[in-house]
């Protein structure tokens, strides 16, 4: 298993509300692959992916995990018939 750099790193510009941050050996790992973030983390992209919109310049780790979820999302609503928004609000609401 790789490591997480110290972050957010005021010295590389680092976002500090940042989901996810580039130049991280970990955080590129969980960009690929979203299936090893926390709750907290993969809600959290889970509702940029629900709004459009980040809080903050995203890093492209951050646009990559977006992608991935978003991706994985549409693979559900292929599968359920049923809007990928309607099968996560519910999620989104309970509180972490």
């Known amino acids: 298993m790789t490591t997480h750099r110290f972050h957010p790193d ?8 940042a989901i996810l941050f580039d130049d991280c050996e970990r ?17 959290a ?9 980040f ?3 995203p890093t492209g ?7 991935a979820v978003y991706q994985a999302l549409c693979l559900m609503e292929t ?5 990928w928004k309607t099968l996560v609000d519910p999620g989104l609401a309970v509180p972490t």
């Open 10 to 17: 005021p010295k590389l510009g680092d976002p500090p509300n």
């Open 27 to 43: 955080c590129a790992e969980h960009a690929k692959d979203p299936r090893g973030l926390d709750r907290e983390h993969l809600l």
């Open 45 to 53: 992209i889970v509702k940029v992916c629900r709004d459009g919109n």
């Open 55 to 57: 809080d903050h310049h």
């Open 61 to 67: 780790n951050e646009r990559r995990a977006e992608a």
């Open 79 to 83: 599968l359920t018939d049923l809007p």
